[in-house]
């Protein structure tokens, strides 16, 4: 597919798909009073679903549990004790102990602080890389289109998890290795949007009247294109933000996530496995956090995009 | 129509390049030698300088990189994908035993997301705000977001460990022991077939309640048709197009998407042989699987791409 066809298909899954209820369209519509401001208009449609609000207040605990682990954890998350291995839960260790006597619950705690550190690392770097590149193939269009989007296209041919399981694997697993690997599987997704938007912002009057007055490419590009793309790549942002917590669980679940101390909840599941049948909630705890946490980006995601740009739906 | 198909065959074609020029290269410039590795996996034998060069030759692995590709690529092309450098074995047949399992389970999946998840996001459409339209939307949100792996080993906790009911692990031939593969796919093929299920509910549901709005189905309830009549016959023909769009997306991902499942449940399909490729560092086998993972990734989506040239004349002349 080339750029040309990937706009069409994007505009045409804009026209065929529509991913969620009408019900909240319709309130947009009908029951919204002309002289409500934007910010009430916003958050009613947002707060309307109460599995939004649901996931908003998950991710809040996501990032206080995070900021204050080591306030929150009961125990040294890294602390071994032989004499404590695989315990059940009691009352001194909630969720029980793993195979080197490490309290899961603090583990849990402290794999929160992981996932959020490289689930933001890389939707930041991903989202700025691929909006770019996106940027600059839809608004110069040509050579650099051409390029761009079929070399994305090529990244396309394989499933994220694939390509930063190659990636990280060869530069030999490791925080910063993860990172690099899912970054790069999250790009093409950026610019393939980015490419979408800017391809019909660009055909808008005020970008004629931002260079009919002298304002450079990268002025255009930058001042009067990427904000129009923001609702777009914000509801982007949250929903992939999930994606990217739950595929580098998935990376440290074949062992080629981060380092081997340092708790992650993929690693923590995958570590359980052995262990399944006399203590279960080794595996299951973590996974469950997991879960948790992706559900509610995704919620958050929906609900973002139904308050933000519901003309988004069937595209994100 | 032709023409279309021609431009779309000279693309698909040229993403294909890309895509093994990337593996190439990505495997060629990214940090580690198979060769080291291999020598020193070899605790045994202690390998001179001079036996270590010699090994390098015999796999052309002192080559210039650009020959080195152009030698992959006459292969590739001949239907020879190369030599493993790890155990010497023939990549071309062990990946077609392997990819045949992947694609089983793959196209098992699919059917089954399809076949589930159309009905049940129909059901949901057409009793709207009950409480059977309230449980599938909040399975399958809960669906599109679970990790499958994870999934996996809460089935295998009750199925296979607490209940004994279903071996936990493996693959058999359904030629050899048609009874004993069923036993083993229903657990990785529930695992598999959670998100197709989910985010096909999701969709239907979605799109069958924009099409229930729709001013002609206003007119089938007036002349007085029956709800079934309705539903079926006038509202799903038209609440499917976004659905094949979303299957087509599924399709494409089948063998790729299942490494996770494939080691959870050690069945030794594309993915499970990735995973031990990649970190042997074994370049033939790598470059293979990927390429073919690929090659159905760009195949399924220009039948994707000729099936709504073939619906919408418009899209033809893009």
Known sequence: MDGLTLGSAMIRKAEDMKTEDTIIEDTIITDTPFHTSEFRRFSRVFFSRGVVTFGIVIILILIIVAIFAPLLAPYDPYDTALSQVLQTPNHEHLLGTDTLGRDILSRIIYGSRTSLEIGLTVVFLGASIGTLLGLIAGYFGGWPNIIIMRVMDALMAFPMILLALCIASLLGGGLKNVIIALTIGLIPGYTRLMCGQVLTGKENDYIMAARSIGASDWRIMLRHLTPSCFPPLIVMLTMVMGQTILAEAGLSFLGVGVEAPIAAWGSMISNGRDYLFTNPLLSFSPGFALMLVVFSFSMVGDGLRDALDPRLRGIL | ?318
Not at chain 2, 48 to 69: C, F, N, S
Not at chain 2, 112 to 130: E, H, M, Q, S, Y
Not at chain 2, 210 to 234: C, F, P
């Open chain 2, 1 to 318: 129509m032709l023409f279309f198909i021609i431009r779309r065959l000279f693309q698909a074609a040229i993403i294909m390049v890309i895509v093994s020029l990337l593996v190439f290269f990505m495997m060629r410039l990214l940090p580690g030698d198979p060769i080291l590795l291999l020598v020193t996996s070899n605790q045994k034998a202690e390998f001179t300088e001079q036996q270590i060069e010699i090994l390098r030759h015999e796999y052309g692995l002192d080559k210039p990189i650009i020959v080195q590709y152009i030698d992959w690529m006459g292969g590739v092309l001949r239907g020879d994908l190369g030599i493993s450098i790890l155990n010497k074995t023939r990549v071309g047949p062990e990946m077609t035993k392997r990819f045949f399992i992947s694609i089983h389970l793959g196209l098992l999946s699919f059917i089954i997301g399809n076949l589930v998840g159309i009905p049940l996001g129909v059901i949901a459409a057409v009793r709207r705000a009950t409480w059977i339209d309230s449980v599938v939307t909040v399975l399958s949100n809960i669906g599109i977001t679970v990790p499958n792996f994870w999934f996996g080993m809460i089935l295998i906790y009750i199925f296979g460990l607490h209940f004994r009911l279903l071996p936990t692990m493996g693959y058999t031939s359904p030629v050899t022991d048609f009874w004993l593969n069923t036993r083993q796919l229903i657990m990785p093929l529930a695992c598999l077939s959670l998100f197709p299920i989910a985010g096909t509910a999701r969709q239907t549901r979605s799109s069958m309640l924009e099409v229930m709005n729709q001013d002609y189905i206003r007119t089938a309830w007036s002349k007085g048709l029956k709800e079934r009549v309705v539903v079926l016959k006038h509202a799903l023909k038209n609440g499917m197009i976004p659905v094949i769009t979303l299957s087509g997306m599924q399709l494409s991902m089948i063998i790729g998407g299942q490494v996770l499942i494939e080691m959870v449940f050690n069945i030794p399909g594309m993915g499970r042989l990735l995973v031990t490729s990649v970190s042997n560092q074994d370049y033939p086998y790598v470059q293979g699987i990927i390429l073919l993972i690929a090659a159905v990734v760009v195949f399924v989506n220009l039948l994707v791409d000729f099936t709504y040239g073939w619906l919408d004349p418009r899209i033809r002349y893009d």
